[in-house]
């Protein structure tokens, strides 16, 4: 007599035959990788979209400008103006979301952005790319205040008693 009872001999021979009818594994393997790679490319669409990408950067100007306590300032203001001017160049222009990424490239080079004048110069350079020429102009006016308004300017206003 052996050890194994016979419950588990006559399960052994039941289970047998269906694990060897129920085909191969490859065509699950095969569907959820087809169901990845689909998810993968409707991911990417969504998020290669103007849109998309405006609000993105609009999310994180915002929690930067938390963090600061300044997030009502008249630069946010101006920014989401520029935002705005160039999700409507986008859409009406039929850009992707790399392309809007290049537009608003220069507002990300730290290289040339040292005080906040070479920011509206930034956003001039800008506005000026996408021929909005009215917002380009509000911004060298908005630059030329920045510049008043230095550090300099405040300690002549201040000594002339003004």
């Known amino acids: 007599m052996s050890d194994v009872p016979a419950s588990v001999t006559t399960a052994a021979e039941v289970i047998q035959p269906v694990a060897e009818s129920s085909g191969s594994i490859w065509g699950y393997v095969a569907g959820g990788v087809a169901l990845l790679v689909l998810a993968g490319f409707f991911g990417y669409k969504k998020i290669n979209t103007p849109a998309f990408i405006i609000g993105q950067v609009r999310k994180r100007n915002l929690k930067e400008m938390q963090k600061q306590g300044v997030e009502s ?3 946010m203001l101006d920014l989401d103006k520029l935002l705005d001017s160039v999700l409507e160049y986008a859409n009406t222009n039929k850009k992707t979301g790399n392309d809007v990424v290049k ?5 990300n080079d ?12 930034s956003m001039i350079h800008i506005a000026n790319e996408m021929h909005d020429t009215a917002l380009a102009r509000e911004f060298k006016n908005k630059s030329k205040q ?6 300099l300017m405040a300690g002549l206003l201040k000594r002339a008693g003004i």
């Open 73 to 75: 300032s008249e630069f």
């Open 103 to 107: 537009i608003i490239s220069p507002l």
């Open 110 to 121: 730290t290289k040339r952005i040292k005080s906040p004048r070479d920011m509206y110069q």
């Open 146 to 151: 920045v510049k008043a308004s230095s550090p």
